[in-house]
């Protein structure tokens, strides 16, 4: 990997050890604790890194640095730091697109050379994501409001979780920071990365929920898709988009199954 710029430390959860890494990354105002109840299930197997992008859960919040790539290069750094050689990238809704980002490359970074596949967790398209106007307003105006996460989360669950998932999912909400939390929803949703994505050379699984409100199945069909050369679609019946929180057996049998060490 190139020596990068100096970016921030992120948090990171680890668990496991093996000869392949699994790095996952969370979704728009979650955290690495979303990867528990998966990570949990793998981690006899594989080293499991969960990581706190910039900006959520427990790691650094600088005032500027959230476009995606700059979540990218906080990655790559990491994983550079933890000495990691052969892994998956696991991503999940906006760090999907950090995933894509990372794994196509940029003018200033090379592609990771140990990446050997992907797995995308109803991902962010490449291309702008298609947030309606009055939808994007509401969550910038709800930023740090109790009733505005408890809205969200309504919205974005669809499986039963336990009280104490919700009040997780709820506490994730709050405490992103509102640089990370404004940058997304004005610009780094909006990214266009389409055209680097002929630069992806690995394996890609995407699965999504089939109730997903946020980025349906029809998303990934029409703007995720088309974009990638080596890639596989699953739905999940009676879920939303919290697959981590609400399917989490399902999800770490399908990581698995796509996993060749």
Same mark, same amino acid.
């Given at each position: 990997?190139? *020596?990068?710029? !100096? ?23 979650g955290s690495a @604790?979303?990867?528990?109840? $998966? ?5 006899? *197997? ?6 706190? @992008? ?7 919040? =600088? ?43 940029? !003018? ?14 109803? =991902? ?7 947030? =309606?106007?009055?939808?994007? *307003? /509401? ?5 740090? /409001? ?27 909400d709050l405490r ?8 997304? @929803? ?14 992806? +050379?690995?394996?890609? +699984? ?13 998303? *990934?069909?029409?703007?995720? $898709? ?9 739905? $999940?019946?009676?879920?939303?988009? @919290?697959?981590?929180?609400?399917? =989490? ?13």
């Open positions: 990997m190139n *020596q990068l710029a !100096p970016a921030i430390p992120l948090n990171m959860i680890e668990q496991g050890n093996g000869p392949m890494t699994l790095v996952f990354m969370h979704y728009f105002g @604790l979303e990867w528990q109840l $998966v990570t949990n299930q793998l981690s006899e *197997q594989y080293r499991c890194i969960a990581v706190d @992008l910039r900006g959520f859960g427990d790691s650094a919040a =600088p005032a500027t640095g959230y476009s995606v790539d700059d979540m990218a290069d906080d990655v790559a750094a990491l994983l550079e730091a933890a000495n990691v050689d052969r892994f998956v990238l696991v991503g999940h809704s906006m760090s999907g697109k950090v995933a894509l980002a990372l794994a196509a490359g940029s !003018p200033d970074r090379k592609q990771p050379a140990g990446l050997q596949s992907m797995v995308l967790v109803s =991902p962010s398209p490449p291309g702008p994501e298609p947030i =309606p106007d009055d939808e994007r *307003q /509401k969550l910038l105006t709800g930023y740090g /409001k109790r009733s505005s996460a408890e809205q969200t989360l309504k919205n974005i669950t669809e499986a039963s979780v336990s009280k104490a998932v919700q009040e997780q999912i709820i506490a994730d992103t920071s509102k640089p990370a939390w404004d940058a997304w @929803l004005t610009t780094g949703s909006r990214e266009d990365i389409s055209d680097r994505m002929s630069s992806v +050379h690995v394996p890609v +699984h995407i699965i999504v929920g089939a109730e997903d409100r946020a980025l349906p199945p029809d998303v *990934q069909t029409r703007l995720v $898709v088309p974009y990638l050369k080596d890639v596989t679609l699953e739905i $999940v019946s009676g879920a939303g988009h @919290l697959l981590p929180w609400e399917v =989490p057996n399902e999800l770490a049998d399908f990581i698995a199954k796509k996993i060749v060490v």
